[in-house]
T-cell receptor
Framework: DAGVTQSPTHLIKTRGQQVTLRCSPK?????VSWYQQALGQGPQFIFQ???????QRGNFPDRFSGHQFPNYSSELNVNALLLGDSALYLC????????????FGPGTRLLVL | QKEVEQNSGPLSVPEGAIASLNCTYS??????FFWYRQYSGKSPELIMS????GDKEDGRFTAQLNKASQYVSLLIRDSQPSDSATYLC???????????FGKGTKLSVKP
C-alpha cells in the first residue's frame, strides 16, 4: 500500500520564478492538505482540497494556489517566489470525515535564491 | 497567546527513562489531537491520536488529554536513542481538518 508521495524532493529556484509541487495521496484517501514548514518551526496550513475544490485556506497570499485532480492527486503552485518561501512543503492526505488522521508525504524542500 | 504551545527544549533524558512532552492549546472547541515525530530532514510521522479525555496507550507511548485544562501530553517509556527527534503536537481546528501545530519539542535520549 503506497503512502503519500511528493515530487520533486528538492528544488532550487530564483526570486520571481514560479514553482509547481505535486502530491499523490495514500490509497483510499480523498482529501489533500498542504503545509509549509520553515526551519525550526511547526508546519503551517496553506490550504485543503476535497472534491477538486479548495475547502479551507490558511493565512497565505494569493501567490499560493492549488488544484486537485479527479484521481485525488494535487498540485501546489507558488508564483513570484520570494526568499521567504524557502521551506519544506508538506502534503498530507486523509479521508473526508470526522476525526480522520492526516498522513504526511516526504515533502519537497524548496530553496529560493 | 499562541494557538498551540510546546516547550521547544531540548529535552534530554537518559536511555531507559520516561520522557514527558507537554502541549497546551487555546481553542476550547478543538476535538482532535495528534502527536507527530519528526526526524531531522524528514517529514512528520504520526505517533498517536487522541480524542477523549484520559489516557491512550500504544506500546511505549501514552497520550494524555485534559480538555478542561486544554492540555495534551505524550509520555515515552523506556526511552531509546532512536526516539531522539522533534515531537510535534497538532490540534484540529474545529472539525474542519485544519491542523494547527506547535513549534515542536526536541528530544535527545542519551545512551
Amino acid at each position: 500500500d503506497a503512502g503519500v508521495t511528493q515530487s520533486p524532493t528538492h528544488l532550487i529556484k530564483t526570486r520571481g520564478q514560479q514553482v509547481t509541487l505535486r502530491c499523490s495521496p495514500k490509497s483510499g484517501h480523498d482529501t489533500v492538505s498542504w503545509y509549509q514548514q520553515a526551519l525550526g518551526q511547526g508546519p503551517q496550513f496553506i490550504f485543503q482540497y476535497y472534491e477538486e475544490e479548495e475547502r479551507q485556506r490558511g493565512n497565505f497570499p494569493d501567490r499560493f494556489s492549488g488544484h486537485q485532480f479527479p484521481n485525488y492527486s494535487s498540485e501546489l503552485n507558488v508564483n513570484a517566489l520570494l526568499l521567504g518561501d524557502s521551506a519544506l512543503y508538506l502534503c498530507a492526505s486523509s479521508k473526508q470525515g470526522y476525526q480522520e488522521t492526516q498522513y504526511f508525504g516526504p515533502g519537497t524542500r524548496l530553496l529560493v535564491l | 497567546q499562541k494557538e498551540v504551545e510546546q516547550n521547544s527544549g531540548p529535552l534530554s533524558v537518559p536511555e531507559g527513562a520516561i520522557a514527558s512532552l507537554n502541549c497546551t492549546y487555546s481553542d476550547r472547541g478543538s476535538q482532535s489531537f495528534f502527536w507527530y515525530r519528526q526526524y531531522s530532514g524528514k517529514s512528520p510521522e504520526l505517533i498517536m491520536s487522541i480524542y477523549s479525555n484520559g489516557d491512550k496507550e500504544d506500546g511505549r507511548f501514552t497520550a494524555q488529554l485534559n480538555k478542561a485544562s486544554q492540555y495534551v501530553s505524550l509520555l515515552i517509556r523506556d526511552s531509546q536513542p532512536s526516539d531522539s527527534a522533534t515531537y510535534l503536537c497538532a490540534v484540529e481546528r474545529g472539525s474542519q481538518g485544519n491542523l494547527i501545530f506547535g513549534k515542536g519539542t526536541k528530544l535527545s535520549v542519551k545512551p
